[in-house]
Nanobody
């Protein structure tokens, strides 16, 4: 059974930074593409950032590019999302997800497994 545990969310003011972490257990971490997806109240889930299982390609949604940095540590079975210059529209539950990057062309927010999420609230 796979477990993904996120941490690092919180309540911050606009312009602040947060670093989200996700530790994975129970699956061969290296065999999966990893991503961060988010879901704001009343909105559909949205791909934020992720990379292929090889780590050779990293992708960002347009709103995250230049503000967020995705990183992956295969030795620690962990992924991170450094979020800078946060904006109120970044408010959402952020989920760590495992899947297949080849499916992202059809549904960028697709996944096989995801964690319980961590809340990020950005006040103006």
């Amino acid at each position: 059974q796979v477990h993904l545990v996120e941490s690092g969310g919180g309540l911050v003011h606009a312009g602040a930074s947060l670093r989200l972490s996700c530790v994975v257990s129970g699956r061969a971490f290296r065999n999966y593409s990893m991503s961060w997806i988010r879901q704001a109240p009343g909105k559909v889930r949205e791909f934020v950032a992720g990379n292929s299982r090889s780590g050779s390609s990293t992708y960002y949604t347009h709103s995250a590019k230049d503000r967020f940095t995705f990183s992956r540590d295969n030795a620690e079975n962990a992924v991170y999302l450094q979020m800078n210059n946060l904006k109120p529209e970044d408010t959402a539950i952020y989920y760590c997800a495992m899947g297949d990057a080849s499916r992202w062309l059809v549904d960028p927010a697709s996944y096989d497994y995801r964690g319980q999420g961590t809340h990020v609230t950005v006040s103006s």
